[in-house]
Every structure is written in structure tokens, then in C-alpha cells.
């Protein structure tokens, strides 16, 4: 439902000839936004009357002032109120989302416009334009100001060239020496107040936003330049990143909406999890078929094609390998095998190396109900493109993993929507690896189902930063943005204290139970699983669980958590519940309530820690029970613990 309302939610006050403000509320009037238009555009944020942040300085500079956006005289305001449910096509988080807000649009008498709404969850705005000539954007302007003691979660990086896989940081905002850049999203913790995320969505054709520290509370948003030359020197994991910049950020038409600016606020934890607004903000899809687009769970060689066991043939990157996981994925009914690195040469998609026949591999998948996918450089596609795809036709690939982009100017933004409207031509899935964080492709474009941009499970390989409180950051901050590619469900399991980083035998900090927790806890339509099928046949019990785990949702409930210490996270798929808990370096009991289940009696089949977790973390303990709706399910972590449930209704 969609109606105009006049003033019931927006109230003009005229302070004085030069100045103007604008109150604009949310649906439930909670959260109020001041917007100020007077020498320039300012907006102050408060919930439940108390302050939240500050924005001013929002502007974009345009190379030889084609848009005068000094001129901030306002001819005309347009108010709308929204009321809708929206169905994703697919469903990462919940069948529908609500889709709520209030705005205003602003029509500046220079040619532009100034929309800001207002949902129950937050604040986003957004600039766009209608002009027939093309437009330089030199900069976009905006300035976001907390209170002293208000603390920030980021990842930093030394520059733009970035893949997004930099441990997350804790620490006040104005401890931040002046110019450290972070890309987004950010999570503000305030120091007596909510949680702001800050992040953005519908970005398209126009370069992603950052953010840098001032010494003080507040941050400067800054972007990407526009790319002037390109180098290619060296590995081919390498090629295609920036040697030269220009000295502006975008080239656009002129005749253009920008990318939304999104301000969430959340009272506690939960409101992180429900929050629905970067792909609410994002364009509708514009494909007409999506029955071809199946999610899914893939198998994929990278670490695992060493480390089989227990066969007959040389394991390796080669046709008997390849039948091998495609024999164990038919067999748990898991969607995909993924030829990760190393099936190619780097810089030749067009053959495969000695020993390795894929059309042998995709006939034979196909026999099994198995789909074959196929890793590749980004640069390397760009090269080949029209005779990869065609390639990839005549093998009979349904997906790519596209890795070593680590750049967000506007040239790369624009080639990821480039590959996702070509994959959706010839029907291909898509994970994006080496990526930025999600900003609202995957609505427009469906068949991008996960991308990764998070320090996910393949850092086991060389650090110690995949450990359990920063699994119990992923689910508040990077999977707020959209899916992402972690690689759950190790049967590698390891303590914090005995954990050693192996680069060709990878295993995960945390225990059996917590491992398999972050199947269900972290968000992703195409999960990926790290080891060999030698391994998930010799677990046979918990790979049973595993393969009973869906991959999309009909609701998604963050039952308890505080982030960085535990999440305890359920899903919905039909009538069954899928509870997901962990804990980072602490042990921990938790009592949890089932009263949001149906009035009813279920059974309960869980993966627990075993009692001996905490110095063994392969111990777990595999239980069975029945409950009535409303008992108390009682939780025992270890130190990097996790429980793993999945409740079936019996009546």
C-alpha cells in the first residue's frame, strides 16, 4: 500500500529567510530526523528523543558546476508514506520483509534532488539528478558526527586496493589517529544509546563509500578515484589493479539516482540481525525467470583435493578426484562442486591443465543431479570474455566464483554488474571472492547468491584471526550487509590454546558443535564446505545433520547474543526451527526459552559439546528429546563451544 500523507509525519518550519528545517519521523515515530537546509544541508538523528548522530557537509562536487549544488533554494517537496511487503526472490534471511518507511524529497531549484526516508530501523538518504549531459563527480561530501565517548567496529586498510579481509577492530572513536581509513560497513556502538551501522545500498555505476577517522568523533566519508591506468605486471592474481588515479571519483549520465546512504539504528543486538534495509534500498530484480536459480550447498577441491584418503586413484586436481566429491554430494544431496583454483592455467579459462577433462566431469555430474562450477580470476574473464562464456556453455557450467577483484572504483562496480547480468543471460550462479561488502546486487541480480568480503575459514591456513570472537562479530556487522561466504562446518576442530595455522591441512578454532553452529548462524544461500569428503564420510553423524540443513529461510530470530561474546541464532524453514550457538573464549551456560514455537510437543536432535570440549574440541555428544512449546532448552558451552539444534513439531 502506498499513499501521500500531508503533514501527518513531516512538519516545515521556517526559522528565518536563509534557513529551513524539515522534521521528518519514522512509521512509529520513535526516531526523528531535523534536516536543516541554510548554507548547507544538515541533519541531526535522535531516537526516543535522545541523540543519536549528526550530518552535515552533504554535497557532491561536480566539475565545472554543470549542477550549481551551492544554490540550496528548494522548488518544490514531495511527501510519501510506504506500507508494503516485499518477497525476495531468494530467501537469504525470511520469506518476506516489511517494508515501512516515511519520505521526503527535496527538488532543488539547481537541478537536484535530496530524498531522505525514515524507516523504524534507520535512516537513509540519497542525491540524484535529471539532466541530459553527463556529469564528473569530484567528490561526494559528507560528515558524521557521534558523541566523544561513542566506540566504532571497522576494518582498516593502508588503501583503497582492499579485499575486505582485515581482522575487525574495536576502539572509541576519538582514539582514532586522523586519517585511518575504514571501509564499510562500520558499526558505531554509542556509549549511552543504540548501535548505528553505517553502510550503503544501490550502488551502481558509481564508486563504493569509506570512511576516515578524524581524531575526533566523527567520521569523513571518502571514495575511490576514478582509475586511470591499470597494471599487469606480475602474478595474475594481481592484474587489473590501479597503477594510476584521475582526480575525481565518477563519470556518470546525468540523468541518475546516486547510492543510498544508510544510517541504521538498533536498541540492542536483534535489531542488527532483523534489519532488512540495504536490500530493501536496493533496485528490484530485473530478470523475469528466476526457476532457474537454485541455491545451494558446494563442495569445492581448493584444500580438500589433498587431503582425501581411503581411494584408489591419485588425488589431485583431476577427473577421478572431481567424480569423487561429486559422488559425495549426490549422496548427502549437496547442490554444486566448485573446480577452484588450479583447474586452468591463471591466465587461460579456455583449457583445462593435463589430467583433468571437464566436459568427462559435467556429463557425469549430471547423471548424479550434481552441478558443476568453475573459479576464475576477474581479470582473466575481461580478457576472454566472449569465448569464456561460450566455453562455459559448452561444458555445461551452472556457476562462477569470481575472485581478486579488491577494489571498489567505479570501473570495478561497474564490472560486477556486468558479470552478474551476463551470468544471468547463461543462467550461471555467482559467488563473488576477493570482494567488496554486498550493497544491493544480489536484489536486482538474484543469481549473485553469496559473495565474501570477511575474514572467512581459508585464513586457518596462515593466521589465528578466524577464532571465536570473531565469529561472534560476523553475524552483527558483515552478514548485516547481505550473504556471505564463511565456509561453515569444519570436522578439523581445534581449541583456541592447540590451534596452529596449517596451509595445506587446515582446521577450524572452536569446538565440533560450534563449527557446525555456523552453518545455521552465518547468512549464505550457496554455503561452502572446507574439507574432503574422506573426512564428512568418516563423521558420518554430523555430516547427517549438516545435510539436513537448508540454505534458505522462511524467518530468522536472534534469540540471545551480545556481540562479540555469544550468539544463539534460529531459523525457520516450513514447520522445523534450526538453532545455531556459540560462544567466543569463555565458557557459557544459557537457559533458553522455546516459547516462540507453536503451541505443540517437538523433538529435539542437538550436536552438543562433550564434556571434554574445552581440551578436545572434537568432543560432541549427539542427544535426542522431546519438548512441549514454552520448556527451557538448557545450553552448556565450552571455552569456544557451540549447540547445534533442529526441531521437527510431532504433533
Known amino acids: 500500500m502506498k499513499t501521500t500523507a500531508l503533514s501527518l509525519f513531516l512538519t516545515l518550519i521556517v526559522l528565518n529567510s536563509e534557513a529551513q528545517k524539515y522534521i521528518i519521523s519514522s512509521p512509529d515515530e520513535k526516531i526523528k530526523t531535523e534536516i536543516e537546509i541554510g548554507s548547507g544541508i544538515k541533519a541531526s538523528v535522535s531516537k526516543n528523543a535522545n541523540p543519536v548522530l549528526e550530518l552535515s557537509g552533504m554535497k557532491l562536487d561536480i566539475a565545472e558546476n554543470k549542477i550549481q549544488t551551492n544554490d540550496l533554494v528548494i522548488k518544490k517537496i514531495k511527501r ?94 576519538s582514539d582514532l589517529p586522523d586519517g585511518k581509513l575504514c571501509n564499510l560497513p562500520v558499526l558505531v556502538q554509542k556509549s549511552m544509546g543504540p548501535f548505528v551501522m553505517i553502510t550503503e545500498s544501490d550502488l551502481y555505476n558509481y564508486p563504493g563509500m569509506w570512511v576516515k577517522a578524524t581524531g575526533k568523533p566523527e567520521l569523513f566519508t571518502v571514495n ?87 581411494v584408489d586413484f591419485k588425488s589431485g586436481i583431476n577427473t577421478e578426484t572431481a567424480k569423487y566429491f561429486i559422488d559425495f554430494c549426490s549422496a548427502y544431496g549437496f547442490k554444486y562442486f566448485l573446480f577452484d583454483d588450479g583447474w586452468c592455467p591463471r591466465d587461460n579459462l579456455l583449457r583445462e591443465i593435463p589430467g583433468l577433462s571437464i566436459p568427462e566431469v559435467t556429463a557425469y555430474a549430471k547423471t548424479k543431479g550434481v552441478d558443476v562450477m568453475l573459479w576464475v580470476i576477474w581479470s582473466t574473464l575481461e580478457k576472454q570474455w566472449d569465448q569464456a562464456f561460450d566455453q562455459f556453455g559448452k561444458w555445461g557450467i551452472r556457476g562462477i566464483k569470481m575472485d581478486f577483484m579488491n577494489r571498489d572504483d567505479q570501473q570495478m562496480v561497474e564490472f560486477y554488474e556486468k558479470v552478474a547480468a551476463k551470468a544471468a543471460e547463461k543462467k550461471l550462479v ?53 550473504p556471505m561466504d564463511y565456509i561453515p562446518a569444519t570436522m578439523r576442530n581445534s581449541t583456541i590454546d592447540n590451534f596452529r595455522p596449517i596451509g595445506d591441512y587446515p582446521m577450524g578454532q572452536g569446538t565440533r558443535a560450534h563449527s557446525m553452529a555456523l552453518f545455521i548462524i552465518l547468512s549464505s544461500p550457496m554455503e561452502m564446505l572446507p574439507d574432503s569428503p574422506s573426512d564428512y564420510y568418516r563423521e558420518k553423524e554430523c555430516t547427517d ?107
Not at 537469504?92 to 516515511?102: A, L, P, R
Not at 519520505?103 to 535529471?130: C, D, H, K, P, Q
Not at 595474475?236 to 594510476?244: F, I, L, R
Not at 534489519?275 to 550447498?297: C, H, K, T
Request: charged share 25%; glycine share 6%.
Open 224 to 310: 575511490p578515484p576514478y582509475p586511470k591506468k591499470l597494471k599487469y605486471e606480475g602474478s595474475p592474481y594481481n592484474h587489473g589493479q590501479v597503477a594510476e588515479t584521475n582526480n575525481f571519483i565518477a563519470k556518470v549520465t546525468g540523468n541518475r539516482t546516486f547510492p543510498w546512504r544508510i544510517f541504521a539504528i538498533a536498541d540492542s543486538e536483534d535489531g542488527l540481525i532483523s534489519n532488512n534495509m540495504v536490500y530493501l534500498l536496493a533496485s528490484p530484480a530485473e530478470l523475469q525467470d528466476f526457476s532457474w536459480i537454485r541455491p545451494g550447498v558446494v563442495m569445492f577441491d581448493w584444500w580438500a583435493k589433498s587431503n582425501i584418503y581411503g
Open 545 to 651: 545433520i549438516v545435510s539436513r540443513i537448508p540454505v534458505e529461510w522462511d524467518e530468522t530470530r536472534l534469540l540471545k547474543g551480545e556481540i562479540a561474546k555469544y550468539t544463539v541464532l534460529a531459523r525457520r524453514s516450513g514447520e522445523k526451527w534450526y538453532i545455531g550457538a556459540i560462544t567466543n573464549k569463555d565458557d557459557r551456560y544459557i537457559e533458553l526459552s522455546t516459547d516462540f514455537l507453536n503451541k505443540g510437543k517437538y523433538k529435539i536432535e542437538a550436536i552438543e559439546d562433550g564434556i571434554n570440549a574445552s581440551s578436545r574440541a572434537e568432543d560432541y555428544k549427539k542427544t535426542e528429546k522431546t519438548i512441549l512449546s514454552g520448556d527451557i532448552i538448557k545450553i552448556n558451552l565450552a571455552k569456544g563451544g557451540g549447540w547445534t539444534g533442529i526441531i521437527t513439531p510431532l504433533e
Open 80 to 173: 510519501n508514506s510506504v506500507n508494503e511487503i516485499v518477497y525476495p526472490q531468494v530467501r537469504v534471511k525470511s520469506s518476506q520483509y516489511i517494508n515501512t518507511y516515511n519520505e521526503m524529497i527535496l527538488n532543488f531549484r539547481s537541478g537536484m534532488v535530496l530524498t531522505f526516508r525514515l524507516f523504524n530501523e534507520g535512516l537513509a538518504y540519497r542525491f540524484s539528478s535529471a539532466l541530459k549531459d553527463s556529469l564528473i563527480i569530484l567528490k561526494e561530501n559528507l560528515e558524521i558526527r557521534f558523541n566523544e565517548d561513542d566506540s566504532i567496529r571497522f576494518q582498516a586498510s593502508e588503501t583503497f586496493n582492499s579485499a575486505w579481509e582485515t581482522p575487525y577492530e574495536f576502539n572509541r572513536l
Open 430 to 482: 555467482l559467488d563473488y571472492h576477493g570482494a567488496y561488502k554486498p550493497s544491493g546486487l544480489s536484489r536486482k541480480y538474484p543469481n549473485l547468491l553469496t559473495c565474501e568480503a570477511l575474514i572467512e575459514f581459508e585464513y586457518n591456513g596462515w593466521t589465528t584471526s578466524d577464532n571465536p570472537e570473531h565469529h561472534n562479530l560476523l553475524p552483527y556487522i558483515r552478514m548485516f550487509t547481505g
